[in-house]
């Protein structure tokens, strides 16, 4: 009578001991596959650090009146507006004027490449998600492990993997960045029109020229707007990639969580949402233009 | 006008989650109904027979759900068959491998839609190219080719404009450039007109009529709307829930409906408008009176029979040769519409 009462009340879990084997299996077993393996990844993902560091060196070499001028150059092509413009130039100077100049560059170097990254990976991905349903679905909830999981928790394994410095950071900004250009692509390919790409089948299109000529083009929009999200989730990322040793904006902002350094942390947080704010305005007013086939809709 | 272009041989088409197990069930003549509430299929395609002559239109009528937009996808094999042939010249399409069925596309047969299924990010010229360009021409070539077609359909001018910038009317003629531009010799066109307002409608028919006296393609027209099919057809099939009810020449189909169904359907027309006096004429007989050309419709050649002097004419044929007489009674009769329930005996042979 008494052990059915104790079972009802308390849950049957494992005992402690074989729970600690589990997990030390685990984690051994991992070990044992960063060590054999820790080292070649590492010149795998050797290219992609020689090309961070290399923008980052670029970035922080060029006397800053020139990166300023070349920030106002891509905000004006991507967004044909003076008023953004003036806007992006401003936040520049003012950044730099408060000091946080070297730390924006190294910012803007590590979403430079990790917005590449996610780009050269999501597109072909959610291309490859459109094709096919089991795709989608097969897709879909490890999208969403990466959206929901929380970034220390993929931090372990990545910092076992590779160490701590800039190619784990990039990973991790990746991991949480990726999922919306691959949804939206996906999303955009799937939402095209079904009449428009018949055509394309009834004139014989293959499925490359069905691809490149019908649906990316058409679905352009959505992608745009994924690109965007995409930047945007990493930035967001800064401050916790800081963590395991990336430099940037959020690197004082850990600083100053650490020692309550209320006025540093407001500036760098405000220099990241600036950048945020220059990227979305940019790359959206950019995905718009995109769509000057939409521009004589309402006139007959 | 008579030699076999399309011939489609026992064409079945079933939607479901196994199609082929519906088969058998086919063969014990299982109806539409009882197949989608005991198993759970739509038959959408019954048993089709229907043979498309060169040259002309052949028009393929029915209501929405008749399953005439799925017929039409399986003669470019948009949509693959349960079971059955799709015969055109000689060769059944449902054997033809990828690159084969590609050529098919983009050489032999052409389509029009009924959203105009144009592509929003092109311009006139680049949808009106499309064909050519999926064919594997130049840029140049391609734009050359087909300005031509532009011009032809009344788009000249508009060349640089996107589909948005155009009415529907206009958007569904740079849907027949594009069509026309690749040379094709056999036009598909689903509703092709069905989302234009009347009059457009009326428009978008007679280019399309003047298009077929010049270049006498085998077309393919799908459509709900009867004074359509009637305007249009050389021949006409009519479909109802999948399976083909009557087909012929659309004389023949006023005057001898094959059930009430399709009774009832013509009884609003205009048989004034529709019937010819060689339709209704006495073959052989002739009349003191004056002559008229065979393709006249009643209404047209009312009056002169009305006011010729034995209420009589001689019906003749393009070249004047007389094939038979018409009399005024002839024609006020043709103009009575078939009454439903009575009269079954003339309706049915």
């Known amino acids: 009578m008494e052990t059915i009462l104790n079972w009802l009340t308390k849950f049957p879990a494992l005992d402690r001991e074989s729970l600690r084997d589990i997990k030390k299996a685990i984690d051994s077993s991992f070990r044992d596959f960063s060590r054999e393996f820790g080292e070649s990844l590492e010149t795998f993902f050797e290219p992609l650090l020689w090309f961070l560091v290399g923008l980052e060196k670029l970035l922080l070499a060029t006397p800053w009146p020139i990166i300023i001028i070349i920030i106002a150059g891509l905000a004006w092509l991507g967004s044909r507006s003076i008023k953004i413009v003036v806007g992006a130039v401003i936040s520049f100077l003012l950044i730099g004027f408060f000091g946080m100049w070297d730390d924006t560059m190294s910012t803007l170097a590590i979403i430079s490449v990790s917005t590449l990254v996610c780009i050269s990976l999501g597109i072909p991905l959610g291309i490859l998600m459109a094709r096919s349903n089991r795709m989608q679905s097969l897709v879909t909830p490890i999208l969403d492990i990466m959206q929901t999981i929380p970034a220390f928790v993929y931090l372990i394994p990545v910092v076992m993997l590779l160490g701590i410095g800039k190619v784990p950071g990039l990973i991790a900004v990746c991991i949480y960045a990726i999922p919306p250009v691959v949804r939206l692509t996906n999303l955009g390919i799937r939402l095209v029109d079904k009449e428009a790409l018949e055509a394309a089948n009834a004139f014989g299109a293959t499925y490359k020229q069905r691809l490149f000529g019908v649906q990316i083009p058409l679905a352009l929009p959505n992608i745009f707007a994924g690109i965007n999200q995409t930047i945007m989730m990493a930035l967001s990322m800064v401050v916790i990639t800081s963590m395991i040793g990336v430099a940037g904006l959020g690197v004082p902002v850990l600083r100053s969580i650490s020692n309550q350094y209320l006025a540093l942390g407001l500036m760098n947080g405000l220099a990241i949402v600036a950048l945020a704010i220059i990227f979305d305005r940019v790359s959206q007013s950019y995905g718009k233009r995109l769509q000057k086939h939409r521009v004589g809709e309402q006139h007959d | ?190 509703e092709a ?157």
């Open chain 2, 1 to 190: 006008m008579t030699d076999l272009k399309i011939k489609i041989e026992n064409l079945y088409k079933v939607f479901g989650a196994n199609p082929q197990s519906m088969l058998k069930h086919i063969e014990q003549g299982i109806s539409k109904k009882d197949m989608l509430e005991k198993h759970g299929h739509v038959l959408a395609l019954n048993a089709i027979n229907i043979d498309i002559p060169a040259r002309g239109i052949s028009v393929i009528m029915g209501l929405s759900g008749s399953g005439k937009s799925t017929l039409i996808r399986h003669i470019n094999r948009l949509i693959e068959p349960t079971s059955g042939k799709v015969i055109i010249d000689g060769e059944n399409i449902l054997s033809m491998k990828k690159k084969q069925l590609l050529d098919f596309r983009r050489y032999k047969a052409s389509m029009v839609f009924q959203n105009f299924g144009l592509h929003v990010h092109r311009t006139v010229a680049e949808n009106a190219a499309y064909g050519l360009i999926i064919q594997g021409k130049s840029k140049n070539e391609a734009k050359k080719l087909s300005q031509k077609w532009i011009e032809r359909v009344g788009l000249g001018g508009f060349e640089d404009h996107y589909p948005s910038q155009l009415s529907g009317g206009m958007q569904q003629r740079v849907g027949l450039a594009r069509a026309l531009a690749t040379d094709a010799e056999i036009l598909l066109m689903d």
């Open chain 2, 193 to 349: 007109f069905s989302a234009l307002d009347p009059l457009i409608r009326t428009d978008m028919q007679d280019v399309l009529l003047d298009l077929q006296e010049e270049l006498h393609k085998t077309i393919v027209f799908i459509t709900h709307d009867l004074d359509e099919a009637l305007r249009l057809g050389d021949r006409i099939a009519i479909l109802r829930d999948g399976a083909v009810i009557q087909q012929g020449n659309p004389q023949d189909i006023i005057m001898q409906p094959a059930n009430d169904y399709i009774a009832d359907f013509i009884q609003d027309i205009n048989r004034g408008r529709v019937l010819r006096i060689k339709t209704l004429m006495t073959k052989g007989k002739t009349v003191a009176g004056p002559n008229l050309v065979q393709h006249r419709t009643l209404e047209d050649a009312l009056t002169e029979v009305a006011s010729s002097e034995n209420k009589a004419c001689n019906v003749t044929d393009n070249k004047g040769e007389v094939l038979g007489s018409i009399t005024l009674d002839q024609i006020i009769s043709g103009l009575v519409r078939v009454k439903l329930e009575s009269n079954t005996e003339t309706r049915y042979h």
